[in-house]
């Protein structure tokens, strides 16, 4: 278990960096699986509706830097009109 600076709370670890590099290690040490699942659903939010391209250089640093923000704290990207639907 390690303590989840996106969720705030112990959770289960992932078992391998997700990203490269000293990013990855950060995300692997202090997000969870929990944490990185929210963030896969939300980038593919990004992708989709701002039409990014994984090819394109500066949608990749877009995606790099919404995720740092979205996972240690920051005002990411929103997906405009978007309303998470209820439990």
């Known amino acids: ?4 600076q996106k ?8 078992s391998f960096a997700p990203v490269p590099g000293e990013l990855g290690e950060r ?7 929990e944490a ?11 992708i ?3 039409h ?5 250089p500066e ?3 877009y995606l790099t830097g919404e995720m740092e923000k979205f996972l240690f ?8 009109g978007y309303v998470p639907p209820e439990k």
């Open 1 to 4: 278990m390690i303590f989840c």
């Open 7 to 14: 969720l705030q709370k112990e959770a289960a670890p992932m």
């Open 27 to 33: 995300i692997l040490n202090n997000i969870s699986a």
């Open 36 to 46: 990185w699942k929210l963030w896969m659903n939300h980038q593919t939010m990004l």
């Open 48 to 50: 989709n509706e701002k």
């Open 52 to 56: 990014l391209s994984l090819a394109d």
């Open 59 to 61: 949608s990749r640093a």
């Open 73 to 80: 704290g920051g005002d990411y990207d929103q997906v405009e």
